[in-house]
């Protein structure tokens, strides 16, 4: 099982669209996680960090099922400016590699 | 202020050339990471320093050379460099290496092209 997996996607979703991305990591011992965003040739940008549970962000909401080890992204209310890559990473807390990324999902958001 | 920067934006250069890329933060930062990437991949770490030490090499080829002058800069010298090599190289800085919120924050990235 890979470290960190993601669905490549392309999603290709409507404007106004609600929409999640999850993502699965590997290690239970595995301590927090986050989304960023990155814009083609353009640097990955930090969208939310999760902790706990999840968290809120406008309408960004990012959820932590440790049980299951995943982690999910909701975008609500899709804007053409959501179109990016979403990258999904974890901080495995040990080892050689502290941060771990997941391949990406692509999102395109459509008039 | 949660701002890295990268100089320079974009570079080209042949295989014999020798050239350094240049990062610098002034979050305080104690870690700072060299990553490479590929179109359509993931970022792929390279080198992590914590505390102005080298912590991490991913196993980088020589012609890659990370210095760290002080706790605000980061280097990458560049010599010999491979087609291959032609990629966005981004820089990025967290709190701790080791800290459980880790977030890191990225550079815009130099963009290379080895000929």
């Known amino acids: 099982r890979k470290e960190v997996e993601q669905d490549p996607g392309p999603f290709n979703v409507p404007e106004g669209a609600t929409v999640a991305f999850n993502c699965t990591y590997s290690?239970?011992?595995?301590?927090?996680f986050f989304w960023y965003r990155q814009d083609c040739r353009k640097e990955p940008k930090l969208l939310m960090s999760?902790?706990?549970s999840g968290n809120e962000d406008g309408r960004f909401t990012a959820q932590l099922n440790r049980a299951s080890q995943y982690i999910s992204l909701l975008i609500r209310d899709s804007k053409l400016s959501d179109s990016a890559t979403y990258l999904c990473?974890?901080?495995?807390?040990?080892?050689?590699?502290?941060?771990?990324f997941g391949k990406g999902t692509r999102l395109s958001v459509i008039a | 202020d949660t701002e890295v920067t990268q100089t320079p934006k974009h570079l080209v250069m042949g295989m014999t050339n020798k050239k350094s890329l240049k990062c610098e933060q002034h979050?305080?930062?104690?870690?700072m990471y060299w990553y490479k990437q590929k179109a359509k991949k993931p970022p792929e770490l390279m080198f992590v320093?914590?505390?102005?030490?080298?912590?991490i090499n991913e196993s980088v080829p020589s012609r890659f050379s990370p210095e760290c002058p002080n706790s605000s800069l980061l280097n990458l010298h560049l010599h010999a460099l491979q087609p291959e090599d032609s990629a966005l190289y981004l820089c990025?800085?967290?709190?701790?290496?080791?800290?459980?919120?880790?977030?890191?924050?990225f550079g815009p990235g130099t963009r290379l092209t080895v000929t």
């Open positions: 990025a800085s967290s709190p701790d290496l080791w800290d459980r919120n880790n977030e890191q924050y």
């Open positions: 290690n239970s011992a595995s301590q927090s």
């Open positions: 999760v902790y706990s």
């Open positions: 990473v974890v901080n495995m807390g040990s080892g050689n590699t502290p941060l771990v």
């Open positions: 979050m305080g930062h104690r870690a």
């Open positions: 320093y914590s505390y102005e030490k080298l912590s």
